[in-house]
């Protein structure tokens, strides 16, 4: 069939080795049973990558790819995601950000961007409708983030959107991260080092077409119907005002607020490192991603004491969260100032906070001493700590240095505290304790890109509702948080349906956590955006598709049933105060039911050559020997 409408229709592929451009018409094949976005990456890096590749080495390919509803009034679609084999962990690597590039990547005319081959001199990709170029970037070298942007728009022009590596990635810390519009962060699992290890400073797009809808009378209708929805939905208000740090002070109600490097669920000052406050004391005004209904993102400026005149945008939750309770600070200023420096350097913000928790546990335990730190003293919250640690890493200078390739890493070159680390299969976990949320600890540890909860986050677990795990799953302890019952089929159900949310790639925070699109009207969606026929079923079984490959791509490199572990600090240890305290997790119970519902191998965690052809993997059937 001719392009379905929704897509922009093309790939563009760039060889920086051979200094090529090229476009591919949109596989309709490919656009049904991999939907767009994190789909198409997924499918084309198995496809093309060979196991065993050097992530930093030309090989590698990054990918950036977007949604069939992106550049349209759809609510929320801005997200795009960037994808390779990750240098932190060494398996499938993918992060996901919004903002405006995603639909100027559309408005140019493109679905997906593949980066191959690594450039001569540092460099950066203008793509300006049909003309791409691979320009110098030797005056980009070396800057921020922020100074980056801002060269790069004098260059070209105020509207150009950006997509760029920080001086971290430059100088190979493995979880340097990419960063839209200034501070969209692309933040997991290294993909801004890979884009630094081509010699690529950025991509900048300008696009001046459009996005058409196969039914425009239907989409505009569920489009002011979802609308409506939103903004009457309960979480309404108070994700506008406090986006997701909203959900700060409702974590340490219900214990499991990370605190300390996870040694507690509660902290006694998060009163004043709330979401609450920062909205009352340093929101200016709010800002939104591209067609979004809640305009979540905040400005700030600190207008006092030692950061006087810090004037940012953020943070979230998992960065406010990180830079105060994990690490014991009560300074919501310190927090504001860490943030920013992350995104300015292009750091990810959990891998950091991560590796400093994890060596202020190491240092408050005895294990880790002054002459090791260089003379930094690793006291919990230590603001001058924290900032030259952040520095440090960055520029891969003293003991930074030993925390810039992860907590893992730096554990194996210090000879110990690897039982302290907080992370899985390499990367670092979020800012939600798996002892009070069972489910999320389920999915922290079959994440197909490590230790993460944006695979499945299944914030319906929150609800303790008994009726609704019996209802969706036939077991009452699926939706109750502190229950290691149903979560099997939980995290499958909520894995596959975060695949097709990233695939379509509207926002997680509202299409799935206010629980405002499923399987059905998903389907809907899809049908009157691009007019091919789909149904609820097929839909799931997309989401079920990109699951199972990247699965595949962790088999490829190694992966089994024995990396599908958690720190024993949460199978062993409870937390001891909260109202998360007493309890731990039955790993090895809850991953046998997660198995068979995908209907993977008890005994190795592979998906089966059965459910592979299921799936229309059969290609992938040869990565299982």
Request: hydrophobic content about 35%.
């Amino acid at each position: 069939m001719n392009k379905p409408y929704g897509y922009a229709g093309r790939v563009l592929r760039i060889n920086l080795s051979e200094d090529t451009v090229s476009t591919e018409p949109l596989d309709v094949d490919e656009a049904r049973l991999f939907l767009g976005g994190r789909g198409f990456n997924a499918h084309k890096l198995y496809r093309e990558l060979e196991a065993g590749i050097d992530p930093l080495g030309p090989e590698n390919k990054l990918m950036i790819a977007t949604g069939p509803i992106v550049g349209t009034m759809f609510p929320t679609a801005s997200r795009f995601n960037v994808s390779a084999k990750s240098p932190l962990t060494g398996i499938f690597g993918d992060t996901n950000a919004g903002g405006h590039l995603a639909s100027e990547m559309k408005f140019a005319g493109y679905d997906q961007v593949i980066i191959e081959g690594a450039a001569k001199k540092p460099s950066y990709i203008m793509i300006r409708d049909d003309l791409v170029e691979i320009l110098d970037g030797g005056k980009l070298w070396g800057k921020t983030v922020f100074q980056a942007d801002g060269l790069i728009k004098k260059e070209q022009d105020r509207w150009t959107q950006t997509l760029i590596c920080g001086p971290a990635s430059e100088r190979g810390v493995l979880y340097g991260s990419l960063f839209a519009n200034q501070v969209r962060a692309a933040s997991r699992t290294g993909m801004g080092t890979v884009m630094a290890s081509k010699n690529l400073k950025a991509v900048a797009v300008r696009g001046t077409g459009s996005i058409k809808v196969a039914d425009p009378e239907r989409f505009e209708e569920l489009v002011l119907q979802l609308e409506k929805e939103i903004r009457e939905h309960e979480q309404y208000p108070g994700r506008r005002l406090m986006g997701t740090t909203r959900i700060l002070m409702m974590a340490n109600k219900a214990g499991f607020l990370p605190t300390r490097n996870y040694t507690e669920g509660t902290f006694e000052d998060a009163e004043k490192v709330s979401g609450e406050r920062l909205a009352a004391e340093y929101n200016v005004k709010t800002r939104g991603c591209f067609a979004c209904t809640i305009p979540c993102s905040r400005i700030y400026t600190v207008n006092s004491g030692s950061y006087k005149g810090l004037h940012g945008e953020g943070p979230e939750y998992e960065s406010l969260g990180s830079f105060t309770s994990r690490i014991g600070n009560s300074d919501i200023e310190l927090a504001l100032k860490a943030n920013d420096l992350c995104n300015q350097l292009g750091l990810d913000i959990l891998s950091t906070v991560g590796c400093i928790g994890w060596a202020m546990e190491l240092y408050e335990k005895g294990l880790l001493s002054k002459d090791e730190t260089g003379g930094l003293e690793l006291n919990w919250g230590n603001p001058e700590a924290v900032i030259t640690l952040i520095h440090q890493i960055a520029n891969r200078e003293g003991f930074g240095d030993k925390l810039a390739d992860g907590s893992v890493r730096a554990a194996e070159r210090l000879g110990k505290g690897l039982e302290y680390t907080v992370q899985v299969k390499g990367m670092d976990l979020i800012m939600a304790d798996p002892r009070g949320l069972k489910g999320f600890g389920l999915g922290y540890a079959v994440a197909t890109r490590g230790g993460d909860h944006l695979r499945s986050e299944p914030f319906i677990e929150l609800s303790d509702d008994p009726r609704i795990g019996e209802e969706m799953f036939g077991e009452p302890g699926a939706t109750m948080r502190m229950s290691d019952c149903g979560k099997g089929k939980l995290i499958q159900y909520f894995e596959d349906w975060c695949a097709v949310i990233d695939a379509l790639e509207p926002c997680k925070n509202i299409m799935q956590n206010m629980m405002l699109l499923e399987y059905s009207r998903a389907a809907e969606v899809y049908r009157v955006t691009t007019g091919i026929q789909i149904s609820p079923e097929e839909i799931r079984a997309a989401g079920e598709r990109i699951t199972n490959i990247e699965r595949m791509f962790g088999v490829r490199e190694g992966i089994t049933r024995e990396d599908d572990t958690l720190p024993k600090r949460f199978t062993e240890t409870p937390l001891t105060r909260g109202a998360s305290a007493g309890t731990v997790i039955d790993l090895d119970q809850m991953l046998d039911e997660y198995y068979k519902s995908r209907g993977w191998s008890l005994e190795t965690g592979c998906p089966t050559a059965e459910t592979l052809r299921r799936l229309g993997l059969g290609y992938a059937v040869q990565g299982l020997f």
